[in-house]
């Protein structure tokens, strides 16, 4: 598609495990993000990275960590699933910040059980 | 609190002109606007973005308000194809709204 893979495209966790989500891109774009979609609260961000190893927190970024070693891959990891983190995530990636259009990847939905 | 309101839902014939709204009465004079929408199922689409200046683009337009407390995202003639949920987002803090939920009647 655009350029932007996400893994896994499901995946059934149980409480306390970590979780590992991966975005990979293949546009060379400077900017990543991670966003979590839930009913009734549409897209909140959790992380975004400006570069690599720069990363920074978002809208709701509690129980959540992300890294970024190189400019194509750029993770999220849950250190210990709760039934909160249920939820549908999307990676977006931007050539630059105000003035570019997101692509998003395609989801990963995520149970907690 | 930077806030983008838009309403829950819209419903549209087809082939007629849809103008969907956004609030953003705490954007800032670089914030830019940006319009996504979403398909079932699906990630979000870019639809169009802008600062200043009404844009148009082979989706739609956007119209932005003089204040810029508020924009409109226009679609021309909705087909069945459009029904999806629109987003509409500001740069600052990366914020979307909660979106549109778009019905097309036949």
């Known amino acids: 598609d655009a350029g932007i893979t996400q893994s896994p495209r499901h995946k059934v966790t149980e409480t306390g495990t970590p979780v590992t989500l991966r975005c990979h891109q293949t546009?060379?774009?400077?900017?990543m993000y991670w966003y979590r979609q839930d009913p009734g609260h549409g897209l909140r961000l959790i992380h975004y990275?400006?570069?690599?190893?720069?990363?920074d927190k978002g809208e709701v970024s509690d129980g959540y960590s992300v890294s970024r070693s190189k400019t194509e891959d750029f993770l999220l990891t849950l250190e210990s699933a709760t039934s909160s983190q249920t939820s549908v995530y999307f990676c977006?990636?931007?050539?630059?910040?105000?003035?570019?259009?997101?692509?998003f990847g395609s989801g990963t939905r995520l149970t907690v059980v | 609190d930077a806030k983008t309101t838009q309403p829950n839902s819209m419903e549209s014939n087809e082939e007629e002109p849809v103008h969907l709204p956004c609030n953003h009465s705490?954007?800032?004079?670089?914030?830019?606007i940006h319009w996504y929408r979403q398909l079932p199922s699906q990630g979000p689409e870019y639809v169009i973005h802008g600062l200043t200046s009404n844009v148009n683009n082979r989706m739609a337009s956007l119209a932005i308000a003089e204040d810029r407390k508020s924009s409109t995202l226009i679609l021309h003639r909705a087909t069945l194809r459009d029904a999806a949920v629109y987003y509409c987002?500001?740069?600052?803090?990366?914020?979307f709204g909660t979106g549109t939920r778009l019905k097309v009647l036949a």
């Open positions: 546009e060379n774009h400077r900017y």
């Open positions: 705490t954007i800032s004079g670089t914030d830019y």
């Open positions: 977006a990636i931007s050539a630059g910040w105000k003035n570019y259009g997101y692509t």
């Open positions: 987002s500001r740069t600052y803090k990366y914020i």
């Open positions: 990275s400006y570069g690599v190893k720069d990363t």
